[in-house]
């Protein structure tokens, strides 16, 4: 006596495939329109946040960052003199006035130079002549630091030392490592004024 062989037909399988190809082309363009809708969600939040922090800025300072290149300004008229660095303009001004030069907060006598340093400035302790405003190690100019108009651990903000440091491979989509801690955590008691706004009832 004959065993009987159970089995699925040629035409049973290509059908199965058939359906499985059809289900598939419905679902991934399904799948990709929800990823697009949520990128476009984060982006427009975070363009949202730069708005708010921006107008936080001009609040606190009463003008937005320029993004003129950086350059020499005389001490009396406030005018450019000559271009300092061509390159430090638009996104590095922009971070520099929401986070600050080093990341530690802006200080409101910056001249928006690459090199961090105000030649105009007067030191408030001692009255005298003194450029590194943002100098960590005078706590003078510390305390004059507007607090950051963004948070930095949700803030992918790179020193342009550490930037000019990846690989061609991490610049070209492989994953950046985090940006390290600044090099000086001052103590509690030297930290820039918080923000306090009076509530509106």
């Known amino acids: 006596m004959k065993k009987t062989v159970m089995g699925f037909t040629l035409i049973e399988i290509l059908t199965v495939l058939a359906v499985m190809a059809i289900l598939v082309g419905i679902l991934v363009p399904a799948l990709n329109a929800a990823r697009n809708a949520a990128l476009n969600a984060k982006q427009r939040v975070q363009i949202s946040t730069l708005e708010n922090a921006l107008a936080t800025f001009r609040n606190e300072n009463g003008y937005f960052p320029t993004s003129e290149p950086a350059c020499i300004r005389d001490c009396i008229t406030g005018k ?3 271009l300092i660095s061509p390159a430090y303009s638009g996104a590095q ?3 520099e006035a929401l986070l600050g030069w080093d990341l530690l907060g802006f200080h409101p006598a910056s001249q928006w130079r690459p090199d961090g340093i ?3 400035a007067i030191n408030p302790k001692t009255k005298l002549s003194d ?3 943002y100098s960590i190690k005078k706590t003078e100019f510390f305390m004059q630091r507007r607090p950051r108009y963004l948070d930095l651990e949700k803030t992918s903000v790179f020193p342009l030392q550490q930037l000019l440091s990846f690989t061609p491979q991490q610049l070209n989509g492989q994953p950046i490592p985090p940006p ?3 090099p000086y ?3 509690p008691n030297l ?3 918080p923000r306090n ?3 509106n009832c």
């Open 80 to 82: 450019c003199v000559s």
């Open 93 to 95: 001004k922009l971070a």
């Open 118 to 120: 105000n030649p105009c």
């Open 131 to 133: 450029v590194e405003i």
């Open 180 to 182: 390290p801690p600044p």
């Open 185 to 187: 955590t001052p103590s």
């Open 191 to 193: 930290q820039p004024q």
């Open 197 to 199: 706004y009076p509530l």
